[in-house]
């Protein structure tokens, strides 16, 4: 079955950086898209940034210019890349696969446990 492990969540002060990295398996990584999502507390679970099978990136207007991401087929891990980090970015992170279709910018059916990330004032 698919498994996404992320990790490299943490306590950053407002203005610092952080690396997410989601290690996947039990599937074809370099045919899926895979995203990243977050969660602050009694919110709705909003897309932060999506890289389809070919490449394609999309992010959130609030992360933009802020946030990368980037994929590697070889190690099956796609990274969220944070800088400029401020506490409305405050969530639990999830890393999502969608491997019906690789080609979209779409939520597929796998996800992650979730990792904190937490940027205080």
């Known amino acids: 079955q698919v498994q996404l492990v992320e990790s490299g969540g943490g306590l950053v002060e407002s203005g610092g950086s952080l690396t997410l990295s989601c290690v996947a398996s039990?599937?074809?990584?370099?045919?899926?898209?895979m995203g990243w999502y977050r969660q602050a507390p009694g919110k709705q679970r909003e897309k932060v940034a999506v890289i389809t099978s070919g490449g394609g990136t999309i992010f959130a207007d609030s992360v933009k210019g802020r946030f990368t991401i980037s994929r590697d087929n070889a190690k099956n891990t796609v990274y969220l890349q944070m800088n400029n980090l401020n506490p409305g970015d405050t969530g639990v992170y999830y890393c999502?696969?969608?491997?019906?279709?690789?080609?979209?910018?779409?939520?597929?059916?796998?996800w992650g446990q979730g990792t904190q990330v937490t940027v205080s004032s």
């Open positions: 039990g599937m074809i990584f370099s045919t899926n898209a």
């Open positions: 999502n696969a969608n491997g019906r279709a690789g080609w979209s910018f779409a939520a597929g059916d796998d």
